[in-house]
């Protein structure tokens, strides 16, 4: 892409609406903007951040076997009523009445209305195990919305839910979902604390939540970094850790990016959602939930990964893996070897950016760090009279000087090395 072409509005200031680096960064280099208190849209890079987390969870979700599906925001009130949360979480519930005179809400989870679906098509023990999840847009009417993506009002999570005949299948599935879990926040270049949890209003007996220990996060977690104890309630009267009894216990923010829950039949049994055994016998379908906040992610992953010059990113879910920048847009030779590089790097399969405009070198390199792209590629007359180019990794900020015919395969190189 060009980015004469692609709508990349950074910014030299954030707004005074942005309290952490995050949500300042997510301005300032154009992946969102708010339209109102907790409600965002996604500029095109920030969509192709989303898209790339989105797919690492696809895969992981599909590696063990479940299915995607799309399930409806609109959710009638009576559903909820059944299983008693629409009074659990009347503050959050964002309700109203249609036309027809139903009591309606946007979705903020979908538990009930999983439940409803696969009520009406499992009858069987045959037909369990089942796992389904999706990932779409929920709702929720917040409080307090704050650090951007962090506390929102819109968000997008992925939820998945797990079906079986009995706590056996449950366990066995629940791993596998936790496994997962590891895998997807490991890919997005997360380094995670997980913890046994409250469910809840959710409900159940056993969860975890997947953690990600941030300056601005709005949670505080108690951790032992000698053996990985870790636990959400900071009440904690010892200071050293109750598992290995050597390490000393700390206490840090952190941003809750996963949870996972045994639900047992507090769905399935108020919603009648059985199946049959081989004797021909009932009984309630024994549930497992599992959400991921895949907007929330964007954030936990710049307040991660940044410094004083712009967002860091991982290379897994970085909009662009290689900016080329000519330095002097104007001059013929410099614009066409960036082009020639930018079309060969292309063809290499790298997912590019050429900033073709004609601006300063200064405002190029600034709004180069800013968006945070793995790798720079720059093209200057200096370095052309001598057959060379500049490549820049973000991450450690080395400049390498690279004769242009070596340049693809030193990108390749460098590429499968950084992280």
């Not at 072409?5 to 030299?12: A, D």
């Not at 479940?66 to 008693?84: H, I, S, V």
């Not at 893996?321 to 082009?339: G, I, N, S, Y």
Request: with cysteine; net charge neutral.
């Amino acid at each position: 892409m060009y980015w004469s072409k692609t709508f990349i509005p950074t910014l030299k200031e954030a707004p005074a609406e942005a309290e952490v680096i995050s949500h300042k960064l997510l301005f300032r280099a154009g992946l969102v903007r708010m339209l109102t208190s907790g409600v965002y849209s996604y500029l095109p890079l920030g969509l192709m951040v989303l898209e790339r987390i989105e797919n690492i969870i696809r895969e992981e979700m599909n590696s063990i076997g479940a299915q995607e599906l799309l399930l409806p925001c609109l959710q009638p009130m009576e559903l909820w009523k059944k299983t008693g949360r629409d009074t659990q979480l009347a503050q959050t519930l964002i309700r109203f009445t249609d036309r027809r005179g139903r009591d309606m809400c946007l979705g903020p989870t979908h538990e009930e209305v999983i439940t409803e679906l696969v009520k009406d098509h499992v009858q069987s023990y045959r037909q369990l195990p089942l796992i389904l999840y999706q990932i779409q847009t929920k709702f929720r009417d917040e409080i307090r919305p704050r650090f951007g993506l962090v506390r929102a009002c819109e968000f997008i999570m992925k939820d998945a839910y797990s079906f079986d005949r009995d706590k056996n299948g449950l366990e066995k599935n629940y791993q596998a979902m936790y496994e997962a879990y590891k895998k997807i926040f490991s890919r997005c270049g997360l380094e995670i604390v997980i913890i046994e949890a409250d469910p809840g209003v959710m409900g159940g007996d056993i969860s975890h939540e997947f953690m990600v220990p941030a300056e601005n996060g709005e949670d505080i977690i108690v951790l032992c970094k000698e053996c990985g104890f870790a636990i959400s309630n900071p009440q904690v009267e010892s200071k050293t850790c109750p598992k290995c009894k050597r390490g000393q216990l700390i206490t840090e923010p952190a941003i809750e990016i996963g949870h996972i829950f045994q639900l047992g039949t507090k769905y399935s049994q108020v919603q009648g959602a059985e199946f049959l055994d081989e004797s021909r016998k009932r009984h309630p379908i024994i549930m497992g939930c599992y959400g991921i906040g895949v907007s929330r992610l964007i954030s936990a992953i710049i307040e991660k990964n940044n410094d004083g010059h712009g967002i860091i990113w991982p290379k897994t879910v970085s909009p662009f893996e290689v900016l080329v920048l000519p330095v002097q847009a104007q001059d013929k030779e410099v614009r066409e070897t960036a082009r020639k590089f930018y079309e060969a790097l292309t063809k290499e399969g790298f997912n590019c950016l050429l900033d073709d405009r004609e601006e300063s070198a200064g405002i190029k390199f600034k709004d180069a760090d800013l968006i945070g792209v793995p790798l720079r590629l720059t093209i200057g007359e200096e370095n052309l009279k001598q057959g060379k180019a500049e490549i820049k990794i973000r991450r450690s900020g080395e400049v390498l000087k690279v004769e242009l015919k070596s340049i693809p395969d030193k990108i390749k190189e460098i590429f499968n090395k950084i992280s």
